[in-house]
């Protein structure tokens, strides 16, 4: 597993890149062994104030595995809680993909099967 951080317009401390890393680290569990493969790429900036803070933080997140492409993006006050939230994303993207994949095997093995029983 490959994850870069990239800093834009914002200044990072080792302690906070490290804890983005953890949080962000956590979603390549779902994949398995795929996650060994996987490239995490992090951006961490300072985004335009909207409303709540005057020093929001972006975090963007792209995830690429065997050519499958999951991003999530979120833009909160502080870095951490920013990456909470990409986290839970990325999460969620994975769990959609899966499943879709798993649906798509049974409903070609149950065609193969009624293919199979053309003959009775």
Request: glycine letters at 6%; one cysteine or more.
């Amino acid at each position: 597993m490959n994850i870069t951080i990239k800093a834009t317009k914002y200044t990072l401390s080792p302690e906070t890149e490290a804890l983005i890393e953890e949080k962000l680290a956590a979603p390549l569990r779902l994949l398995g062994e795929e996650g060994d493969r996987a490239l995490l790429e992090i951006e961490v900036e300072q985004a335009p104030a909207e409303g709540r803070s005057s020093q929001p933080c972006r975090v963007v997140a792209r995830l690429i595995v065997d050519g499958k492409v999951f991003h999530a993006e979120a833009v909160k006050p502080t870095p951490e809680s920013a990456a909470d939230r990409v986290r839970s994303e990325l999460e969620a993207e994975i769990r959609h993909s899966r499943g879709r994949a798993r649906t798509l095997w049974k409903r070609g093995h149950s065609a193969v099967k009624k293919m199979l029983r053309f003959g009775r």
